[in-house]
């Protein structure tokens, strides 16, 4: 099945006439955050796949070209405890960085998932403000370019897994945008989800979870590269402690970085690379 809704509207205002109250997750200064309880809008299903966008209200994503920045959109389920990974970061903190003082099994690690700014914007603040989720387990976590999210294998001999929402379960909304216009402008929220109807929750999908691994294990706040040349961070390796499957993996980036790989066992396993300057995205 494939839910397609547009579930809401509301407008962002001009940054320079408006700034976002105090509460929830909010990382840019010159920002406008939505936050929405949906409650049980799916029941008793298993999600493969799933998209939620901010768009103008014929459905068109609104980007850079719309003069919109969308800097972090985040679904959680406030009827479920956060995924604890069994991922556990080898080596010490080592040199100016500041200490991670909850270590590497929380599903954020007390860390700024999206520790830069919008275009011409002011930095983030630190990822003590993603405890304000709480204890919900959080489903879908994007940034500006890639709204979307896969909890189920495209090989057919892989388990079969996928995202279970319960009868009772509450579905948490926040959205924080940029807008670039002088004026106000409309938007509204679509979600596209593809889904499995069951009666109860099924044996034979593998429960799955959302985890962040930051890029330099004990950084709390932005990395500040050399100004004259290019660096690249090495993360510490991480165990994992039990057999996991791997499903999906999205590298996210900020303000000027390149690319970042990820390695399994010594391997390549995803290389993203940054482009900048494009006009759906502006990077």
């Keep these: 099945m494939l839910f397609e809704s547009k579930l809401f509207g509301d407008h962002i205002r001009p940054k320079s006439k408006h700034l976002a109250g105090e509460g929830g997750i909010k990382l840019d200064k010159h ?24 768009t103008d209200k014929t459905g068109k994503k609104l980007d850079l070209s719309s003069e919109v920045y969308t800097h972090n959109i985040i679904l959680s389920n406030a009827g479920q405890s956060r995924s604890v990974a069994p991922l556990t970061p080898q080596g010490s903190c080592t040199g100016s ?79 924080e945008l940029v807008n670039y216009k002088e004026g106000p402008q409309d938007v509204y929220f679509t979600i596209d989800m593809e889904y499995l109807q069951f009666e109860k929750r099924p044996a034979d999908y593998l429960e799955v979870g ?14 500040m590269p050399p100004a004259d040349k290019p660096k690249t961070y090495t993360a510490p390796d991480h165990l994992v402690t039990a057999d996991s499957n791997l499903i999906y993996l999205n590298p996210h980036l900020h303000d000027g970085a390149l690319n970042m790989k990820i390695f399994v066992n010594d391997k390549l396993a995803c290389n993203r690379e940054a482009v900048y300057g494009n006009d759906v995205s502006g990077m």
Excluded at 150 to 170: C, E, F, H, Q, V
Excluded at 210 to 223: E, K
């Design 97 to 175: 960085l500041p200490t991670n003082p909850s270590g590497g099994s929380n599903p954020f690690g007390g860390f700024n998932p999206f520790g830069g700014s919008a275009p011409k914007a002011s930095r983030g603040t630190g990822g003590s403000q993603f405890s304000r989720l709480g204890n919900f387990r959080p489903v879908l976590i994007e940034g500006h370019k890639a709204n979307h999210v896969s909890w189920a294998p495209t090989n057919n001999t892989a388990p079969k897994s996928g995202l279970w929402i319960g009868r009772d379960d509450k579905i948490l909304n926040s959205v």
């Design 31 to 54: 920002s406008y955050l939505f936050e929405y309880n949906l409650g049980s809008v799916w029941k008793d299903c298993i999600v493969l796949d799933a998209r939620i966008d901010a």
């Design 210 to 223: 959302f985890v962040t691994m930051i890029a330099m294990d004990c950084a709390d706040l932005q990395m």
